[in-house]
């Protein structure tokens, strides 16, 4: 295309968009047409900068807006200095992420942020750099085009509600420069934060408590939602906007094929309300996905919205004004594990039905486990009409999966336990809550087939699964957290291990705990990847198994049909066969009898066509 068609380009998508971009702006802040023009002469700079090759992409995209619902992804997250050192390292090891079946890899925040400072990476100190002990930017566009070169998409954090205190922005409010202090929120004294707290609850209660931090060099307080030292950003200033969706075109430009949203219900800060899920939060969400449209409309948003169910889903947005393409599926995640501990598979099987029901252009990333902890966010109305009280129930879940429980197998840790509020949270890898450290090699040999039924779940939802790094190989917890003065007051660092190379070295071996693993998923994702019926658009529904252990779940499309039971008690159950003369998917045996065994912990993938 010639310079002038190109820039074409740019001008018809804003064309498109624009007055549902100016109505939005308008909205948020009070008719500001100049911070409106900027933002606009923004959107055309960084479009200006795209690469021809990434402009291609979008094309191809733009033209079938659904792509990414047509493929079957298998997603990874994992941190560049636990799996290979750096982001070079991670480009050398392409060749295990391919080998897992990965085409969707998600890398933990890499750009700058202060040593022992950093929450993780969730506190950047320059939006333009990568951390100096990962890499540099030239290596991060050589990963995605290596990533894109096999197939794989790549997403990154935009971590957007907070910066580091080290930011530049953050550093010159400190030292009083007015335009910099009303990017954050900045007080005088404790009169309004004291007003603020009377309706705020806590994200870090006991790693960081209080929403409020007082900087004693310039005798001010700053709003800090998570840890003292991540500032939160006022979106109430145009400038924050412009200026951070400037930073998430500039990730977008490096070849980022999907931006997760860190944090997003946090963003707009209303005094007298808990400061989650704002309307105008959804304005913002919808201003990025517009702004994406008119840049690089083939790249997604994925939001990180880990709230109760009935929040989560308007995140989508409409089918006409989207604004995540995919979410967590953290409600199906914290119900999973609930399951584990109950061996009830009630509300599993009630959510299974209610996700059913979403409108089709919902696209959940389903997980086992992630970087962060498991918060108890599960629907305690209904848990209460079975008899279930919220209190003692978190308080069982917890002493299940961290041992304490008389005869838990289970190895986790708690996280921001608050006795107060007895609402502590959960970590722990996938292998060490279902009991793979066991000493017992009979437990161990349960624990495997566990592990082995709770991915096959996992890759049973509809939407994108994302494994986390090491659980591909069964990888226990590390506990070497504990003495490193940097990371022991955060428990998340229990599961966020180095990977073992050593060890999935075995991988190839079936006599090995990491062989028997590896090669199970492998099969599993294999067929998966092959079989039309797991494609997000399948009708799915719940169903009764006459079990209260058994979850049974149906995927029918275009004349198939998968029929999928998950045992999740180590007991075994014996069920009415819900598919008769259906083939198993793995082993294509045929299920002839009108009832069916399931070993503990067992499950089936039955297919019948017609
Ligand atoms: C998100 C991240 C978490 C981080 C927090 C603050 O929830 O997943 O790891 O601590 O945001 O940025």
């Not at 479009?47 to 997603?75: A, I």
């Not at 944090?263 to 201003?287: F, M, S």
């Not at 779940?553 to 029929?563: D, V």
Request: glycine fraction near 8%; aromatic fraction near 12%; hydrophobic fraction near 35%.
């Amino acid at each position: 295309m010639t310079a002038t068609g190109v820039m074409g380009e740019c001008e018809r998508r804003l064309t498109k968009h624009y007055f549902e971009l100016r109505r939005l702006y308008g909205e948020l802040y009070n008719g500001d047409m100049r911070a409106f023009d900027y933002f606009c002469t923004m959107l055309r700079r960084t479009y200006g900068e795209r690469s021809e090759e990434l402009r291609r992409t979008d094309r191809e995209r733009e033209k079938k807006p659904e792509w990414y619902r047509d493929r079957n992804f298998t997603g990874m997250t994992l941190y560049a200095q636990n799996f290979a050192g750096t982001l070079k390292g991670v480009e050398s090891k392409l060749d295990y992420i391919r080998e897992c079946g990965v085409d969707f890899l998600h890398i933990q925040p890499f750009l700058a942020s202060t040593k022992g400072r950093d929450d993780g990476g969730y506190a950047v100190s320059d939006y333009r750099k990568v951390n100096e002990r990962l890499g540099t930017v030239g290596d991060l566009e050589s990963l995605t085009k290596s990533c894109h070169e096999q197939g794989i998409l790549l997403s990154a954090d935009f971590v957007m509600n907070h910066t580091s205190e080290d930011h530049p922005w953050a550093k010159a409010a400190r030292a009083g420069d007015p335009a910099c202090r009303s990017k954050y929120f900045f007080f005088d004294d404790w009169e309004i934060p004291n007003q603020y707290e009377q309706s705020l609850p806590q994200v870090f209660p006991t790693t960081a408590p209080g929403n409020f931090t007082y900087l004693p060099d310039c005798d001010q307080v700053v709003m800090t939602f998570f840890y003292p030292y991540q500032w939160d950003l006022n979106y109430r200033n145009p400038m924050v906007l412009n200026d951070m969706t400037e930073n998430l075109l500039f990730l977008a430009n490096r070849g980022m094929d999907v931006l997760r949203l860190d944090a997003i219900p946090y963003i707009w800060k209303e005094l007298g309300t808990d400061c989650r899920n704002r309307p105008e939060v959804h304005k913002l969400a919808r201003l990025l996905n517009l702004a994406c449209q008119v840049v690089c409309p083939g790249v997604l948003l994925l939001g990180e919205v880990v709230m109760e169910p009935e929040k989560v889903a308007p995140y989508f947005g409409t089918p006409e004004k989207p604004e995540c393409q995919i979410l967590y599926n953290v409600t199906t995640m914290c119900t999973t594990w609930h399951t584990v501990a109950t061996r009830d598979v009630g509300l599993l099987r009630r959510q299974a039905e209610q996700l059913g029901r979403l409108p089709g252009n919902a696209l959940f990333q389903n997980y086992l486990r992630c970087h962060d902890d498991i918060g108890w966010g599960l629907d305690y109305p209904w848990l209460g009409s079975r008899g279930y009280e919220e209190g003692a129930h978190k308080k069982y879940l917890n002493d299940w999966f961290t041992g304490v429980w008389p005869g838990s197998w289970s190895r986790g840790e708690l996280y921001n336990d608050d006795p107060r509020l007895r609402d502590a949270r959960l970590c722990g890898t996938t292998a060490s809550l279902v009991g793979m450290e066991s000493e017992d090699p009979e437990l161990r040999r349960q624990a495997i087939r566990c592990d082995e039924m709770l991915h096959a779940w996992m890759l049973t939802q509809s939407g994108i699964p994302v494994l986390y790094s090491g659980d591909e190989i069964g990888q226990f917890n590390d506990y070497s957290y504990h003495d490193d003065p940097d990371k022991r007051q955060d428990s998340r660092y229990l599961h966020r291990g180095k990977f073992n190379w050593e060890l999935a070295a075995l991988r190839h071996d079936p006599s090995t705990l990491q062989g028997e693993l590896f090669q199970a998923l492998r099969r599993m994702e294999r067929r998966r990847a092959e079989l039309e019926v797991f494609r997000a658009d399948a009708v799915v529904s719940a169903f009764d198994t006459g079990s209260d252990r058994v979850l049974g779940i149906r995927r029918s499309l275009a004349g198939q049909t998968l029929t999928a039971l998950f045992n999740f008690s180590e007991a075994p159950q014996n069920v009415g066969n819900p598919a008769p003369g259906g083939r198993d998917a793995l082993t294509r045996e045929e299920y002839a009898a009108p009832r069916l065994d399931l070993p503990g912990y067992g499950f089936a993938w039955i297919l019948t066509e017609g």
